[in-house]
Every structure is written in structure tokens, then in C-alpha cells.
């Protein structure tokens, strides 16, 4: 078990003095409206995705090749086989 204690109490100068220059630091060089905003990005204009070709999705016939040789396996395979 740990015992809780005040962040305050426990602080010799040098890190009280650290800490304000720190505070100081960070509200001088944080922004300005209190809020960091994200950066934006416009899919159409990247540069990854510029000399890309289309999609090009596997026609179907080659599917309907799959399928009738995955057919012709399995019946083999349980005609001759099993």
C-alpha cells in the first residue's frame, strides 16, 4: 500500500522553481487559442495515392474457375479417395 500524499508538500525550491519556469515556458510557447488543431488532409490531394492505378477487383470468371475446380477436387477426392 502506498500513502497518498500532496504533490506540494514533498517539493524542494529547485523543483518549485523548475516547475514555475516550465509554466512560464509552456504559456508562452502553447497556442494561442488555448486548443491544438488537428492538421488537415484531403484524400485527393496526397501525394500517396497520386500515380496509384485503379482498384481492380478479380473478375468473375476467374471465381466461377475456382469454384467448378474446388467442385471437381472435392468430388474426386470423395468419389476416388474416401
Partial sequence: MGIIVNQNQNRSELQQRIAAELREKQ???????GDIKAPEFDIEKSEYLKDRGGDTPIPGWVWLVGLVMTAVAVF???KFVI
Avoid at 504559456?27 to 487559442?33: A, I, R
Fill in 76 to 78: 474426386a477426392l470423395v
Fill in 27 to 33: 504559456l508562452k510557447n502553447g497556442p494561442v487559442d
